[in-house]
DNA sequence: TATTGTTATACTCTATAACTATA
DNA sequence: TATAGTTATAGAGTATAACAATA
C-alpha cells in the first residue's frame, strides 16, 4: 500500500478513494452506510470523501425513491475511467513487486495469499 | 500489521515502539539518528519515543564518549524481555494468520515474501 | 560549516458524540 | 424508536522548519 500511494496520487487518488472506486466499479452502492461497510471505511470520514469525489465528477450520490433516507452511490463515466486507469497502473506495480519470482511462483504466491486473506 | 496492533497493546507496545525495541534487540544502536533510519523512522519523531521507551525503563540512552552529541541507545534487561515476549505473541499470531496454508507451503510463502521484500 | 538531538508548529488522519430527516 | 446521513470536536499521527550543543 505504501508503495502504490505514488501510483494513486499520480492519478489524483487517496488510497481510500481508489477504494470507494474498486468497490463502486463491482457494483452501485444502495446507501453510504452499505459502501462504507464494504470498503471498511468509518460512515463519518466517508462522506467528506463522497463530497470530493462527487465535485471532482468521479460519482453521483441519487435518493433511493424506495428509502428516501438512503443514497444510492454509483461511478459517472469519467469515474469508471479514472478508476480503469488507477488499477492499471496499480496492476503495472504489483508486477513489478513481485519481479523477484518466475511466473509459476507469482501465481503461486496469489493464490496463497487470497487463501491467507480469505480465512482472515 | 493491523492485526498485530492488539497483540502489541497488550504488551504496552506501539508498532514503532516494536520496531525500536526489535532494531536494538539485534545491536544497540550508535547513535538516535542511526536507529531512525534503521527502522524507518523520523528522528524527531523517535526522541518522544524514547523517552516513553526510556521513562518505562526499556532503554536506556548514553551519550557516546567519543562524540558528545551523540546517544548511544540500548535495551535494558526489562527492555529485552518486554521484546522478547511481545515478539512470542507476534509469532504466535503468524502461525494463526498462516494456519490455511500446509507447513510446506508456509515455507515456500515466508520465503518468497523475503525475496519481495529484498528487491524492494 | 556540518551534524545530533531537540522543540515548536501546522497539517492530516482518525474516533466519538450529537444533530436532522426520514422511516 | 430506530436508521441514514451529516456536522463538530478532540485526539493521534505525521511532516517541516528552526534552534542549541558539539564536532
Redesign the pocket.
Known amino acids: 500500500m505504501k508503495a502504490e500511494e505514488p501510483v494513486l496520487r499520480e492519478h489524483g487518488l487517496?488510497m481510500?478513494a481508489y477504494a470507494a472506486l474498486s468497490s463502486l466499479a463491482e457494483r452501485p452502492?444502495t446507501?453510504?452506510?452499505?459502501?462504507?461497510k464494504a470498503i471498511g471505511y468509518?460512515?463519518?470520514?466517508?462522506?467528506?470523501l463522497?463530497?470530493e469525489l462527487a465535485e471532482a465528477g468521479l460519482v453521483v450520490?441519487e435518493r433511493?425513491p424506495?428509502?428516501?433516507?438512503?443514497?444510492?452511490?454509483r461511478l459517472t463515466p469519467d469515474g469508471e475511467a479514472r478508476h480503469a486507469a488507477a488499477r492499471a497502473g496499480i496492476r503495472a506495480l504489483e508486477d513489478e513487486l513481485l519481479g523477484a519470482l518466475s511466473a509459476a511462483e507469482q501465481r503461486a504466491f496469489r493464490a496463497m495469499l487470497a487463501r491467507i486473506a480469505d480465512e482472515a
Chains 1, 2 share one sequence.
Open positions: 487517496s481510500w452502492a446507501s453510504q452506510l452499505a459502501l462504507a468509518d460512515k463519518t470520514r466517508l462522506i467528506g463522497l463530497d450520490r433511493d424506495a428509502d428516501r433516507r438512503s443514497h444510492i452511490v
